[in-house]
């Protein structure tokens, strides 16, 4: 069944909604209950969900998840493409302006900080991507691009995530680009964050630690139950191993190796819960140092309907970041 925007009248327009946190912290429920509450449409704001074919490993949205509520930013790019900040600040602002000309309300909902950063604030003076020097930069080993950005960027060393491989060529490349520190322009963001104009803060939702690792563990068992294994073999037909961006995504990696005769199904699984549990922790750290965020401590049986109170009691009283 096709689906129908509701109109509303042009009052009840509101600014877009901000939903972010670690994964399977539970924001894309909250997000799909918020969207048919309120009359929204979400924009994904993960880096991997926007390729092609990486969804159990994603947590992508499910067909009848978008057949009730619009999801925007999803399915994308094919494996062999390049996406980065600068792309997500111009496609969500797109979709921002679409959503609210059907007089409805943009969601902003995932884990990536990187791009609500960039979109609340801007992208600053870093230069675009430069397709043959990142070719070059993808080619070099992790060890020596990392001793290169030691010696060129100390403070952007000591801070970057060093077994993100996509975060340090960026680094590497803008350096090399301008013949400035990376930590510099990364400086020159603005100041005042674009989000004091809205109406909704930078909700991020958290949990106790121990409910988060046992979410965690089980959302990586149902995505193996549903055939991770299957997806990432069709996925390697299809580039996979060639995109060294893809392949960042945890899950993917992991299965590859598994495929390649590495180690055994598993222990496979429990490594990929010991990575995506580290991966969630680096979000909550982010988040905290960089996400000007209201936090909402969700606890373990709080309902979905709970978490949706507490969000559009705040919404609605205007409460600024």
């Not at 900040?85 to 059907?102: C, G, K, P």
């Not at 630690?209 to 089980?218: E, H, Y």
Request: one cysteine or more; aromatic letters at 6%.
């Amino acid at each position: 069944m096709a689906y129908t925007p509701e109109i509303h009248p042009p009052s009840s327009i509101l600014h877009p909604i901000f939903l972010a946190g670690p994964t399977a912290v539970g924001k894309s429920a909250v997000a799909l209950a918020l969207a048919e509450k309120i009359g929204g449409e979400i924009i994904s704001v993960d880096s991997m969900q926007v390729y092609r074919g990486l969804d159990l490993g994603t947590a992508k949205p499910t067909a009848e998840e978008r057949a009730r509520v619009p999801h925007h930013l999803i399915d994308i790019c094919d494996l062999h493409e390049a996406f980065d900040a600068a792309q997500f600040v111009r496609l969500a602002q797109m979709a921002v302006d679409e959503i609210q000309a059907r007089r409805r309300t943009p969601i902003f909902c995932g884990g990536t900080g990187l791009y609500f950063k960039a979109f609340l604030e801007g992208l600053g003076e870093a230069p675009p991507a430069d397709d043959k020097l990142r070719a070059e930069l993808e080619a070099a080993p992790l060890e020596r691009l990392l001793a290169e950005l030691r010696e060129c960027d100390p403070a952007t060393f000591e801070k970057i995530d060093r077994q993100n491989p996509r975060r340090v060529i960026r680094a590497i490349e803008v350096i090399r680009l301008t013949g400035k520190k990376f930590s510099e322009q990364r400086a020159g963001w603005k100041s005042t964050p674009r989000l004091t104009s809205h109406a909704s803060p930078l909700f991020c939702l958290s949990r106790p630690a121990a409910d988060r690792s046992q979410r965690i563990n089980l959302r990586v068992d149902e995505m193996f139950a549903r055939g991770l294994v299957a997806e990432t073999r069709r996925l390697l037909d299809r580039g996979l191993a060639e995109n060294r961006i893809a392949m960042q995504a945890i899950g993917y990696r992991q299965v590859v190796e598994h495929l390649r005769g590495e180690r055994g199904l598993t222990e496979t699984i429990e490594l990929v819960k010991a990575r995506t549990r580290q991966f969630a922790r680096r979000q909550l750290t982010w988040f905290r140092r960089h996400g000007n965020c209201q936090w909402l401590e969700l606890p373990p049986a709080e309902a979905v309907d709970e978490t949706l109170a507490k969000i559009t009691a705040q919404v609605a009283s205007g409460i600024p970041a």
